[in-house]
DNA sequence: TTATACCGGGATAATATGACCGGTATAGTT
DNA sequence: AACTATACCGGTCATATTATCCCGGTATAA
């Protein structure tokens, strides 16, 4: 056992973690923000997908720069599982959704 | 080119970051830290020395909540380069450090 | 002697990054 | 209609790097 291979908790979490950064880029285009960020348009492309599960630190953080999203709230809201909205309870989700 | 080499500014921010890591753990063991983070002591070990520049976003997210650390001031310290005290060049050896 | 704690190096499977390809879809242009 | 440009897609490939294991070694302290 040398290198483990992605859990499908990680897969999902990576999921996660893609549709939060498309949602946050908005009308902005990809190349648009792979430049701002020096990161490679086909590196964003696959982490935004889902089809790069645990990217680097330092490329998610120069993206979550860019988009002027919080990698606290970002490592958080991944993490949370989704489950059915709560209609009487308060809306924790309410900041992280700001991008939509 | 496929996947560029690490640069030295890179290398270098790794070892911050590491250094960083190390001074958050305080008395506490790398053991006790990286089962609480739920990775390998080895990880652990490997990021604290900088001999590994860019760890996958959970991993750090998931040590930095083990040392109560927000990722966003971890990642705005360790990009800062100013030296609060005897400012030393850059580390020219650190890519030959690094070599395994 | 025993135990904890950390180190560097080596080895290896799995992954990330980055590039390329053809394809789809849309919108604007001639 | 045909053409052009932008934007994104999945598949595939090559190379660099990670995450994890193992080993022997050093240092400290009980």
């Known amino acids: 056992m040398v290198r483990l291979p992605l859990t499908f908790a990680e897969i999902e979490r990576g999921q996660r973690l893609g549709a939060l950064l498309r949602r946050a880029r908005g009308e ?3 190349l648009d ?3 701002d960020a020096r990161v490679s348009p086909e590196t964003l492309r696959k982490i935004e997908t889902g ?3 645990t990217p680097a630190f330092p490329t ?3 993206i979550a720069g860019v988009l002027g999203l919080s ?3 970002v490592w958080a ?3 949370q599982t989704k489950r059915a909205t709560e209609p009487t ?3 924790h989700n309410a900041r992280e ?3 939509s």
């Open 28 to 30: 902005r285009s990809m």
């Open 33 to 35: 923000i792979a430049l």
């Open 51 to 53: 089809r790069v599960a």
């Open 60 to 62: 998610i953080a120069a």
């Open 71 to 73: 990698l606290d709230a």
């Open 77 to 79: 809201e991944v993490n």
């Open 89 to 91: 309870g308060p809306d």
């Open 97 to 99: 959704r700001l991008a």
